[in-house]
């Protein structure tokens, strides 16, 4: 494919500078493509019942559950799309699934 | 020195890849245009060139696998008929909507049902609007030049769309006529080396191709593509001059025969336009002023110089070799008509469809087309627009 334009595509992004076909030139984007509004229950860590047992990451079909220095973090809601397999994992009934506010 | 040689329309697009020796070929044998790829694979075995020959399971795959070598970087090329054509029907419009120029040598053939393995453009007519640049020819030598020509066109800057090179099936993929043969070392300097700036085979950029487009994007993408089809009309006359200078043989939009001061013409497509031209002659020779206009380039459809050319003619015959079943007349003729609408009003303009399923199409039908032309021409009384010839009534 022959194309100059290899900027990646913002959704105010016109015609003549989209890029042919579709192709997308930067690596790693779905990171730009928030899916956390598509939300309908909403996971909520309980920390003081987290054992840090660690289960629950790995399962996040979206990588939404940060981990550091080994321990778990709070949701990345900007990605979580509430299907809830974290809160099945979890042994220690540290996650609650609430309905998500407007 | 031009080769001089004798081949059929088959053999001198197999002739043509051989010359090209592209990266990939992968095709499914379909009757009439298995012997493209049969030759081509003799090519292969005897390492003639030294193109990647994937020898796929069904036309579909043929489609894909030229998909994933173009998107790759590769120059990728296929050939097929009728139902192998309409088995890639969902990868023809990914191809042209992934802007990949695959190119593609369809051999004219009856769409089933019920089955026929003769000429006619039911194939692909139903293709075009898949988003591919589509060239037909008249004879083997056409066939062998569009073939060329046609690298050129949709691997150019502006384009890049896949490109379907026809001819009809049996009538001229397997008669032997005369031709010429450019040089092998003047075709690969006239199609050059292709360098696509992006391709997923580069280690160093990496890239996406073909992904999913949401209501945010697809649009866009949409009015890219039609925007391409627009630009190669121009780039096809460019490629055209360029191959004229290079052996002579000069090509156009479509040809006009006679045209400039007939009163009478059809409009036409592939290899009927031969005997068409004979009769053409004949008419003259008998003070008749009637001419033809020959489609080269279908898609895109060179409306307003289509247009220029007719507006003088009194009567005209627009030949289908295709139904479309929109119960008012072929492809071809919706285009015409289109064109001529409010371009050149005065035209009396009737539908023929002929040749089906390879029906012969003999000078006597031809001449029919025009005799009933001259009577439209003289009485003003058009008639039933929506005819047929050489069916039995
Ligand atoms: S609800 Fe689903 S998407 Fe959200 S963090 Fe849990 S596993 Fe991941
Ligand atoms: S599964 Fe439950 S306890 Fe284990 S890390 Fe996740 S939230 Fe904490």
């Known amino acids: 494919m022959r194309n100059k334009n290899t900027k990646p595509m913002t959704p105010d992004v016109k015609w003549k500078e989209i890029t042919p076909g579709g192709m997308i030139f930067d690596a790693g984007n779905a990171e730009d493509f928030k899916t956390g509004d598509w939300r309908a229950m909403k996971p909520i860590w309980i920390i003081e019942k987290c054992t840090q047992c660690m289960l629950c990451p790995p399962t996040c079909p979206d990588m939404s559950i940060p981990v550091k220095d080994s321990k778990r973090l709070d949701y990345d809601y900007d990605h979580c799309k509430g299907c809830g397999v974290c809160v099945e994992v979890c042994p220690f009934d540290a996650i609650t699934f609430v309905k998500e506010e407007d | 020195m031009a080769i001089r040689e004798r081949l059929s329309g088959n053999e001198a697009m197999a002739v043509a890849m051989r010359?090209?020796?592209?990266?990939?070929?992968?095709?499914?044998?379909?009757?009439?245009?298995?012997?493209?790829?049969?030759?081509?694979?003799?090519?292969?075995?005897?390492?003639?060139?030294?193109?990647?020959?994937?020898?796929?399971?069904?036309?579909?795959?043929?489609?894909?696998?030229?998909?994933?070598?173009?998107?790759?970087?590769?120059?990728?090329?296929?050939?097929?008929?009728?139902?192998?054509?309409?088995?890639?029907?969902?990868?023809?419009?990914?191809?042209?909507?992934?802007?990949?120029?695959?190119?593609?040598?369809?051999?004219?053939?009856?769409?089933?049902?019920?089955?026929?393995?003769?000429?006619?453009?039911?194939?692909?007519?139903?293709?075009?609007?898949?988003?591919?640049?589509?060239?037909?020819?008249?004879?083997?030598?056409?066939?062998?030049?569009?073939?060329?020509?046609?690298?050129?066109?949709?691997?150019?800057?502006?384009?890049?769309?896949?490109?379907?090179?026809?001819?009809?099936?049996?009538?001229?993929?397997?008669?032997?006529?005369?031709?010429?043969l450019l040089e092998d070392d003047k075709v690969k300097s006239f199609i050059g080396e292709y360098e696509p700036d992006h391709y997923m085979?580069?280690?160093?950029?990496?890239?996406?191709?073909?992904?999913?487009?949401?209501?945010?994007?697809?649009?866009?993408?949409?009015?890219?593509?039609?925007?391409?089809?627009?630009?190669s009309k121009k780039i096809i006359l460019e490629v055209a001059r360029e191959f004229e200078k290079l052996t002579g043989r000069k090509y156009d939009l479509f040809e006009e025969y006679k045209l400039n001061d007939a009163e009478i013409a059809l409009v036409i497509i592939n290899s009927t336009a031969g005997t068409a031209k004979t009769v053409v002659d004949k008419l003259r020779a008998n003070g008749v002023k009637a001419g033809l206009l020959k489609i080269r380039v279908f898609r895109p459809f060179p409306a307003e110089e289509i247009a220029n050319a007719l507006k003088h003619i009194k009567a005209l015959a627009v030949m289908d070799k295709a139904e479309s079943f929109s119960a008012v007349g072929g492809p071809l003729f919706a285009e015409i008509k289109s064109t001529l609408y409010g371009t050149a009003d005065g035209i009396k303009i009737v539908n023929y469809i002929y040749g089906l399923g390879g029906r012969d199409v003999k000078a006597d039908d031809i001449e029919t087309v025009y005799s009933q032309l001259s009577d439209i021409s003289k009485t003003g009384n058009i008639g039933e627009t929506y005819r047929y010839i050489g069916v039995r009534q």
């Open chain 2, 19 to 180: 010359q090209i020796n592209p990266d990939v070929v992968a095709a499914f044998p379909i009757t009439p245009s298995t012997e493209i790829p049969q030759y081509f694979s003799q090519f292969v075995a005897n390492g003639e060139v030294d193109t990647e020959f994937v020898a796929v399971e069904s036309e579909h795959s043929a489609m894909s696998a030229c998909i994933g070598a173009a998107a790759a970087g590769g120059r990728a090329m296929t050939a097929t008929s009728a139902n192998g054509l309409a088995l890639m029907w969902e990868m023809l419009y990914i191809a042209a909507s992934s802007r990949l120029p695959i190119t593609m040598a369809c051999v004219n053939r009856a769409l089933s049902g019920p089955i026929n393995i003769h000429n006619d453009h039911s194939d692909s007519m139903g293709a075009r609007d898949s988003g591919w640049i589509q060239l037909y020819s008249e004879n083997n030598q056409e066939a062998y030049d569009n073939f060329i020509q046609a690298l050129r066109i949709g691997e150019h800057d502006d384009i890049m769309l896949p490109v379907m090179v026809c001819q009809d099936g049996f009538i001229t993929s397997h008669a032997v006529e005369n031709i010429e």
């Open chain 2, 201 to 231: 085979l580069n280690s160093k950029e990496p890239i996406g191709v073909g992904p999913l487009d949401l209501p945010a994007y697809y649009f866009e993408h949409k009015r890219q593509q039609a925007e391409a089809m627009k630009n």
